[in-house]
């Protein structure tokens, strides 16, 4: 008889905001009997040891990658004769090319007794995952992700999208204003742009020297925004003084915002 394990997997980014966790490594272990579980899965991130993977490695029943959607399947081994599993997740740092790469963190989200269903000669067990904002947020953290989700609408009724336009974030600076990413709208009017804190940490003696101008305490940048047409026309540029504002000054890691045009 052979086995299959499949599901979704996402993560909350902001309230009910959430992302499908593509290009992630799902692995499936054994559990040996009277395995305890030490920590806890749901809202604490617990990264395993090299020694750890290692001891791991032995009871490894099979493994598999999320697609765009985050959709993943695995086949289990032979050797899996029923009883309880371990499902782990590696996860890469998908902003590397903007800084120094950080290794993957391997961890275990989940220890249960699958319920197998039949399907013919193979056996089938569903397991969708959403990761909830706590535990999510300390991945984010661990990776220095920062993340600016929102939408253009049109400025006359405040409900109709505009697709295809261009919308940059810039951080406001004492000496040089940052450019943290820029974002094509869909067919939805929604954008997403993902930076780093070395995106906004920049001084004029960057890449030498990148802390804020002057150095500043501050955990988030100041942001406002332009928004042009793909062929680089201003449509609407925030005054580099909203930036600095309460609402501004310093955003969280994951900001939203709703811009009109």
């Known amino acids: 008889m052979s086995y299959m394990v499949k599901g979704n997997l996402r993560a909350c980014l902001h309230l009910d905001l959430y992302e499908s966790l593509e290009h992630v490594e799902v692995k499936i272990y054994k559990v040996n009997s009277g395995s305890k579980v030490t920590h806890d899965y749901k809202n604490e991130l617990h ?5 750890a993977i290692l001891n791991k490695s032995k009871n490894i029943l099979g493994s598999g990658f999320t697609d765009s959607e985050g959709n993943y399947v695995v086949d289990v081994c032979d050797s899996y004769n029923e009883g309880a599993i371990e499902i782990d997740l590696v996860v890469k740092d998908k902003q590397a090319r903007k800084k120094k790469k950080i290794d993957p ?19 089938e067990f569903s397991w969708n995952y959403s990761f909830g904002f706590q535990l999510w947020s300390q991945v984010r953290h661990h990776f220095d992700i920062w993340t600016i989700i929102g939408s253009v609408k049109s400025i006359e009724d405040r ?6 336009v261009v919308v940059s974030a810039m951080d406001v600076d004492w000496v040089k204003d940052d450019l943290l990413g820029s974002a094509t709208t869909d067919r939805t009017g929604k954008f997403r742009i993902d930076y780093t804190s070395i995106d906004y940490m920049q001084t004029f003696l960057s890449p030498l020297i990148s802390i804020e101008t002057p150095i500043s ?9 332009k928004i042009t047409t793909s062929d680089g026309i201003l449509l609407y540029e925030e005054k580099r003084a909203v930036g600095r504002t309460e609402e501004r000054k310093n955003i969280l890691r994951c900001f939203n915002i709703d811009l009109y045009i």
């Open 105 to 123: 963190i391997h961890f275990t989200v989940k220890r249960l007794m699958p319920v197998w269903r039949n399907n013919g000669e193979l056996k």
């Open 47 to 51: 990264i395993l040891s090299a020694d």
């Open 159 to 164: 409900k109709t999208p505009v697709e295809g």
């Open 217 to 225: 305490s501050m955990p988030g940048p100041g942001v406002y925004f």
